[in-house]
């Protein structure tokens, strides 16, 4: 079983608390931030991600670690669900997302609620497609996460994760590096006035596993037929499987 290294936002709480209270902090500038940070490239992904499961046409959908719900909505215009669910821990995050869901006129499609990765509400075997977009390598504990994205899922159904990592080739790797330590902390400290959270966000990305160690613990947790592919020079890295 993969060892998750803890690394947690702020100095006092479990993990699941402190991240939930980060993300409750920078509600309010996150989307402005992801967008500049990346330069917009972030929307690209995400439609990358989403066009993973278009030959498949979900009809059910859950978005796990949904934030302000950019992917889910996203989903729900290129995919046409009948349902689909963005599942956070942050309320202050999901609050934004229920007003842009209310601005699109999706909220007969999407709504949003408050569950724990680790331990979600839903039976077994309820949707047709789980997605997650920047968001499992806060979990707390990515295992048992995994294993309860696969557990909801239907047999057959996909699964479809976009996430931030560490270039590994030369001059990418040193580059991002540069990038992460300086520019992404600073800028972030600037607008979300939040001390701790992107110098948080930036260990994350350089600690969590990814390409064929994350197909590794896809496995574990129950998924087949696992894939992924670097996108702008392994900034970012998509990951497919089917349980």
């Known amino acids: 079983m993969y060892q998750q290294e803890t690394i947690t936002p702020y100095s006092n709480g479990n993990k699941a608390t402190q991240v939930e209270q980060m993300f409750d902090n920078i509600a309010p500038t996150y989307d402005t931030l992801n967008h500049r ?4 490239i972030d929307r690209g992904w995400r439609k990358k991600a989403i066009h993973q499961l278009m030959p498949y046409q979900p009809k059910t959908m859950l978005d796990i670690a949904t934030g302000t719900g950019d992917f889910a909505i996203l ?7 009948q349902k689909l669910i963005g599942a956070d821990i942050s309320e202050g995050m999901m609050n934004i997302g ?13 709504s949003f609620e408050k ?7 839903y039976a077994d075997d309820t949707f047709d497609a789980v997605t997650a977009a920047f968001g499992i390598r806060n979990f707390a504990d990515l295992d048992k996460g995994l294993q309860e994205m696969c557990r909801v899922l239907k047999k057959g159904g996909h699964l479809s994760i976009v996430e931030l990592t560490s270039p590994v080739s030369f001059p990418m790797k040193q580059l991002f590096h540069i990038y992460a330590h300086t520019v992404l902390p600073v800028y972030g400290r600037l607008i979300s006035k939040d001390t701790a959270a992107y110098s948080y966000l930036t260990k994350t990305i350089e600690a969590f596993p990814q390409g064929e160690q994350m197909m590794e613990i896809l496995k574990k ?6 894939q992924f592919k670097r996108l702008t020079f392994g900034i970012c890295t998509m990951y497919f499987a089917t349980k």
């Open 115 to 121: 569950e724990d990765c680790t331990a979600l509400s």
């Open 98 to 110: 229920r007003e842009k869901v209310k601005r699109q006129g999706l909220q007969d499609v999407i």
């Open 37 to 40: 940070l990346s330069w917009d």
């Open 75 to 81: 989903a729900a215009e290129m995919l046409k669900p």
């Open 221 to 226: 947790a129950g998924f087949s037929d696992t």
